[in-house]
């Protein structure tokens, strides 16, 4: 069984915004039924998540370094 069925996840959407110097990746993920630590929260929660990613800091850590071409 797939992490996707153990979680009971039905849909994820990306959206992923380039801004040069940054990538902003937004993530929303629909779920069947809640995990059994959050069933007693509002089911109305924020579904959504958001990562920042600075390219610079990104390509640094990786030694390769920005193509000009």
């Known amino acids: 069984m797939g992490l996707r069925q153990k979680l009971d996840i039905t849909d994820v959407k990306l959206d992923i915004e380039y801004f040069g110097t940054?990538?902003?990746?937004m993530m929303e993920v629909e779920k069947k039924r809640l995990f059994h630590f959050d069933k007693n929260q509002d089911k109305n929660q924020?579904?959504?998540?958001?990562?920042?990613?600075?390219?610079?800091?990104?390509?640094?850590n990786t030694g390769r370094s920005r193509s000009t071409s």
């Open 22 to 25: 940054n990538v902003k990746v």
């Open 46 to 60: 924020d579904k959504n998540q958001e990562f920042v990613f600075a390219l610079d800091r990104l390509h640094a």
